[in-house]
Structures are given as C-alpha cells and as structure tokens.
C-alpha cells in the first residue's frame, strides 16, 4: 500500500483478538506460564518484549506518515493485545483505538457502524492527506502541538528554540486524517526582547491553515486568524477576564499526559500542583498569610476542581488500568474536543427521583442516596446506578404493578437518557446499571469526591461514605489557599 498509493487517501483497519506472539513485534511468548506485561513490569524492567516491540511499531509508524495513511486498531479481547505498543501508529497517523470484548458486543458493533457512517451529505466523516500550519506575529514562537499529528520537520523563523513542548521543533506538521471532531492543542511562547516592550492597544497575532482531501476527491483549505490584544502582565483583572478555565483545564491534562512519557507521575504531580498555586496566588483575591480571605473569580472558580480530578484520573493513577487501557484512555484525550476532554477529567452527574425532575448534582459521595438513581457520564461508560430502596422496589416488581406508574417512569427516564448518549457517542461507550452496595458501583464510587471516608464517616453521621484513604476536594482547597497566600510565594 505505501509503494502503491503513497499520498493518496487510505486507512488501515486492524482488527485484533489477541497478543501478537511471533516476530517482529511479539509482546508475550506462547509459553502458558507467561503473563501479559503490566505497568509494574514495564516500569521495573521485566516486561523483556516491550523495547523491542515499540522499536518495531515506531518502525511502522514511521512509513505511515510518510506513506500518510492511517492505522485504526479495533481490539475485541479479554485480555491486553499490544495497544501501548502499538500507540505510536496510531497516534502519529490520526487514527483510533477501539477496544471490547468481543466483535459480537455492541462496542464494537455500533462504533464500527458510527465510524464508517454517511453523514447528512453522503460522505464519511473523514479527511485526508492533511497538513497543519502555524503563522504567528513576530511577538509570538510556536513551542509545539500536542495531538495526532506528526512532525514535518519545517523550521521558520516563528518557531521557538528555547521552549519545546510536545511534538515539536517546526510550525508545520501532518495529519494523515482527521474528523470532525478532531483537536490539537498548540502550545506557544512569548518572546519578545525585555527592553523593547508591547505598545498599548497593538494585536498580537495567530494563523491556522488546515489543507486535507475531502472524501469527494476535492482539495480543501481552512484558514483560521485569531487577534488578541496584548495587555501588561500587572493588568491582573483584564489577564484574568479572558481566561478560559476549560480550555486551559484540557491544556494541562494535555501536557501532563505528554510528560508521562519521560517523567515520573510523582514528579508530574508536583508540577500540577505548583503550576496551580503559580495561578492563584496571581489571580485571587486575599490578604498574605489569610486563608478565609482567598477568593477565586468566577472565570477561575471551577478551575482548582478540574485539577483535583485530573490528579485523581486514570490518565495519571495508573494502578488499576492496564497498559492497553492506559493508551486507550490518553489517546482519546489527546484527539477529542474540550466538552468531550472535560468529561473524561470531571465526569457529568444527573439525579433522578420521585420528588422533582432530573438535576445536575455534585460529584461527590454526598450526592449518593437510597432513594435516587444516579447517571453518570465519563466519556468511556455510562453508569446507572439505583439507590438501595430504588433497587429494592424494582426487585418487588412494583413497576410492573398499574399503580406505580410514577415509579416505572423513573425507572426508564435515567435509561432513555443514557440511550441519547450511547447513540451520540463515538467510541461507543460501555453501558453498566448498578445497585447500591454492588460490586458493579465501584465504577462510581471511584469517580466521586470522598468528602465522607471510613475515617470520618462516625463523626459526620452520614449515611454513605467511601472506603479510601485519598484526600477529598475540601481538604485539596485548604492546602491550595493556605500556600497560595502564603507569604513565601
């Protein structure tokens, strides 16, 4: 294929059921003693296979781009297959993983109806042979892109050479395809000389091109031009107003996500965390060495808890998630949008009962009751969960019974909701319903904030709590304001 139609619109669709066992990439040997690699073997040093074989796939990935043809991986097996390895081809080529358990199970099923789907104009939602260019004012370097491209290689005289972040060294790179819902995110760097400084009221400059095959055959170019104007970096109100906490939230997770590729995530956590207190102590509002006088505008008041929640996420705790999972989980963030981005770092919470329409509630452990359903969303899977009286009464049957009406409609309402969901969604996520003090509500649990743990669950009086020894969102804030408006800062 790259000798036949090099440059020329193709994916490649990779459909695996196991490891690859023989050369030239094997990641496990045949014998029945040994085990797929997990991420303690990979990081003591015993997963022998694991160099070679991401020697052997970089090797691959390589003649793709250059090739710019993609590789979709479509992984339906029990057990780990090789995806970590493999995550370069398909990272670098613009190209997806989709993992199940099987090709007769709705994961693989619906996705791969979705992925291959004619939108309202008759054509797939792809494009092809794609380019990205950066063009910036002379104020402004690029430092790099984060995202599923690969380098071109192409210096210019608007890329930084001090700051590198992600995939970077060029203002140019290539997308073999991409979607709709496609995302890159660009990192830049001020550099501008301390004894020439910006003149008031002047723009700064930044310039998107995007070139691709669209699947009719045509040639396509997208130009994006953003202006801003520059502001001094005193001006600590107007700096803060045009702050956009999600987008920077999805930033972050980005570039912490990048750094695990090299750094230790003890190391990467700390980074997190001074960068957060760099933040607040610029842009909040307090008096030195006053915690209660801390205040965050609104623009920067959800801010803190997107980081709480990307320290607790799977994308940097690796200890339940296999290396598989692992490149499935940051390969969706690193090529999803921000609305998408954001639910896989702070899921979404909905509550459904007798006494009102559904509402949005936090995602904490304090949300949980015996006589609510809870739907959460986290991008990956939709969870279901029945509070235990809820789950009792469906158990009796009462919603089969004509005068539990009201009761049968709460039942289906949480249900029709999450189908809208599943339907949308690309990859399709997994469904899981769960009953309070089932095993399936681990899923959920793992996801709320432990405002009540085992420790202090007697003292609080509340009825639910969450075995854990991690810290819960309030005592993260007291640190964070404590050292924020600490004097040293």
């Not at 192409?154 to 060029?170: D, F, L, P, W």
């Not at 107007?238 to 750094?263: C, H, P, W, Y």
């Not at 899977?381 to 469906?394: L, P």
């Amino acid at each position: 294929l790259a000798f036949s139609h090099a440059n020329l619109p193709a994916r490649v669709q990779l459909l695996v059921a196991g490891p690859a066992t023989v050369d030239t990439a094997p990641i496990v040997t045949l014998e029945l003693g040994d085990t797929v690699r997990s991420h303690s073997d990979i990081e003591k040093g015993h997963a022998k296979l694991h160099g070679k074989a991401v020697k052997a796939y970089d090797e691959v990935a390589t003649r793709l781009v250059n090739a710019g043809h993609t590789l979709d991986v479509w992984a339906c097996c029990l057990d780990q297959v090789g995806l970590y390895e493999m995550r370069s081809c398909v990272d670098r080529t613009g190209g997806v993983f989709v993992v199940a358990e099987a090709f007769n199970h709705p994961m693989f099923k619906r996705s791969f109806e979705t992925f291959f789907g004619k939108g309202p104009d008759g054509f797939v939602d792809m494009g092809f042979q794609a380019t990205f260019e950066v063009f910036t004012c002379k104020e402004v370097k690029v430092a790099g892109v984060i995202g599923p491209v690969a380098s071109m290689n192409r210096m210019a005289k608007n890329v930084s050479q001090e700051t590198e972040v992600g995939i970077s060294g060029t203002n140019a790179w290539r997308a073999c395809s991409l979607d709709s819902r496609t995302s890159l995110a660009v990192y830049f760097e001020i550099a501008n000389a301390h004894n020439t400084p910006m003149q008031e009221e002047t723009y700064r400059y930044v310039q998107f091109v995007t070139k691709y095959i669209h699947p009719s055959g045509q040639y396509r170019q997208r130009v994006s031009t953003i202006a801003g104007r520059w502001v001094e970096g005193s001006n600590v109100a107007e700096l803060g107003s045009g702050f956009d906490q999600e987008a920077a939230s999805v930033i972050m997770a980005r570039l912490a996500v990048f750094k695990t590729e090299n750094e230790e995530a003890f190391d990467i956590l700390r980074w997190l965390d001074r960068c957060l207190i760099r933040l607040c102590a610029k842009f909040a509002d307090y008096q030195k060495d006053s915690p209660e006088s801390f205040n965050l505008s609104p623009s920067f008041a959800l801010y803190p808890q997107f980081m709480f929640n990307l320290r607790r996420s799977q994308f940097l705790q690796v200890f339940n998630s296999s290396p598989d999972e692992t490149a499935y989980y940051r390969a969706f963030l690193n090529r999803e949008n921000t609305l998408n981005s954001l639910l896989m770092i702070q899921p979404t919470l909905m509550a459904y009962s007798l006494s009102g329409p559904p509402e949005p509630v936090l995602l904490d452990v304090s949300s949980m009751s015996a006589d609510r359903i809870l739907v959460m969303d986290t991008f990956f899977y939709i969870i279901v969960y029945s509070g235990e009286t809820i789950a009792q009464w469906r158990r009796a049957g009462y919603h089969n019974e004509p005068n539990y009406e009201n009761f049968r409609a709460l039942l289906e309402a949480p249900k029709e909701d999450a189908a809208v969901i599943l339907d949308e969604r690309f990859p399709y996520p997994r469904y899981i319903e769960a009953d309070q003090n089932g095993s399936q509500a681990r899923f959920l649990l793992a996801k709320l904030n432990p405002s009540v743990n085992h420790n202090t669950a007697e003292e609080s009086g509340a009825a639910d709590f969450i075995f854990t020894d991690d810290v819960s969102l309030q005592v993260f804030m007291e640190h964070l304001k404590k050292l924020s408006v600490s004097s040293s800062q």
